[in-house]
């Protein structure tokens, strides 16, 4: 399940422009949520607008390039929920904070998307340490939920 992040990274929202260069031959995706960035009260609030777009991102390459039955793609779903954006978000959010100490000014919406495209690439890898070190340990809680893979399926 390989979803390139330069499709998101490279990316003008509708109506502005080009989608990058450099032959990128990935689509991009619908849209950013940059009302919804916009509106956002938090930091964390901004980073998690960015969320269900790139879950859907993921769920539509998976049925449209793999095929995958709509069993698969609820459990894929419900896994990804569980298991992704829970906890404190810090290293993915930290992304977006160097971004905007980098460039040495608040980040406009547009910006804040690109750059927590790229944070939650590591929440997604996080997620995946995680769950393997609760295999691995046989750990019985997580954040005090069941481990995913204890749930009852």
Known sequence: MAVSISQFIGVEPAGHGDYGEGGDDHKPPKQYPLEDIKAATTEKDAFM?????????ILD???????MPKEALAWCQEMMDYTVPGGKLNRGMTVVAVHQTLLGR???ALETAKASVLGWAIEFLQAFFLVADDVMDDSQTRRGQPCWYKLPK
């Open 49 to 57: 607008a960015v969320y269900p777009m790139l879950r859907e991102e």
């Open 61 to 67: 390459h998976m049925q449209n390039e793999n095929e």
């Open 106 to 108: 608040d980040l406009n």
